[in-house]
Each structure stands twice: as C-alpha cells, then as structure tokens.
C-alpha cells in the first residue's frame, strides 16, 4: 500500500525535507505548544537542527537511520488533498550512551532510541507506524543493539496507544520540573517558564529486541 524509502535523502528533494519539518510540528498540536514552553522550543529545535539536514545527522552516521513513508501513484487520496510522493510518515534512530533508567542493567545494554516519530493526521491507525517501526526494528537488530528505548509525554496519548500497543514497556513517568528538581530526558528540556509545569509528565519506554516482537 505504501511506499516505505530507507535512504530518502537520495530520492526526495529540499522540498520534501521541508514537508519533513511540517509533519513533525504538526505532531505537537498548537494548543500544546502554546501552552508548554518546553515543548515550543523543543519543536523549533528539531526543526532548525536534524530535520534540516537528514544526512548530516543520520545517514552518514553509523547505526544512526531515518526513514520515510511516501504515497504512491496507486494510493493518492484526492479526497484528503494528500497525493502521490506525500511524506505521511516518518521515524529515526540513533544511539544513545546516556539514557537515564532506574534499572542499572539497561545502562549495560547497546541502546538505540527512537527519535522524530511521526504519522500524517489523514493516515493515522492504518498501520504506517507499525510499518516503519519494523523497519526500524530490523536495522536495529543489524547493528547489534539490545534495547529500544523512546520518549513521550502525557500529552501526546495517540504517541503512548502506539509504544504500548506494540510491546514497549513502560519504564517510569517523570514530572517535568526545574533541571534541578528533576531528570527530564535530554531531548526534552523543561524550563521553569512553562504555564502548567507540574501538569507535563515524561513516559520513558523499552522494548529489548531478543524479547518481544512488534505487534499489528
């Protein structure tokens, strides 16, 4: 049904990078980013930094990956305004040395985390995630890694549905606070300027690859 490209930098042009950066903010609803800080510059972040240079930060990185889903001719949807050669989904990978656990023994293990997930709004619960996280499930395998691990936060519930419908355990939740007061993940930074700090909860998740498989 889907056209899923591993190495897209080589197929798709600046101007589809530019449809990179408008799927991923649009998973951060506006109401959300106007009223977390944290997440406002999270986005702009993202934005101004890999997405904008998929190649630099992920494909000429060793055990780093980035793919895309894109429609083909045979599955355009006129009726969505969504055609072919539209980017409806899109997830990344990269290793991580500092994930913070609770669990000593997962220090031990060759981490990879899971980064810019995302899903067009039009083709959501059609199995484009699941897709492309097998996709990344089998690259991850590749290259030795032992545990999957990602972030969300209470905010996001479609993100969370996702992670746990296929098999990621959830490790702990963490209040967002000040730096001092807490251990927010690195790629999720908390300032003391957000309007509801208390109210914005981390979800931390693992899937260990040797043991559970990805679910439909």
């Known amino acids: 049904m889907y056209t899923y490209i591993n190495k897209y ?4 042009n600046f101007c589809d990078e530019t449809q990179l950066c408008e799927l991923y903010s649009a998973q951060y609803p506006e109401k959300i980013q106007q009223q977390y800080k944290s997440i406002r510059k999270y986005v702009k972040k993202a934005l101004k930094s890999d997405l904008s240079d998929i190649d630099k930060y992920y494909l000429s990185k060793e055990a780093y990956g ?10 355009s949807d006129k009726d969505a305004q969504v055609q072919e050669g539209k980017i409806i989904g899109m997830i990344g990978v990269q290793e991580n040395k500092s994930w913070f656990d609770h669990n000593s023994q997962n220090d031990k293990l060759h981490k990879a985390e899971i980064v810019r997930l995302g899903v067009h709004e039009s083709h959501r619960k059609c199995g484009v995630g699941t897709a492309l996280l097998q996709h990344l499930l089998a690259f991850c395998k590749s290259c030795k890694y032992d545990l999957i691990v990602a972030t969300t936060m209470n905010v996001l519930p479609d993100a969370i549905a996702f992670y746990e419908t296929n098999g990621f355990e959830r490790l702990h939740t963490e209040l967002c606070a ?3 007061q807490s251990h927010p993940p690195s790629s999720y930074p908390c300032h003391k300027g957000d309007n509801s700090t208390y109210s914005l909860q981390f979800l931390r998740y693992a899937l260990k690859i040797d043991s559970k498989l990805i679910r439909d």
């Open 9 to 12: 930098i080589d197929l798709l």
């Open 66 to 75: 980035f793919w895309v889903a894109v429609l083909s001719d045979d599955t």
């Open 178 to 180: 000040s730096a001092t």
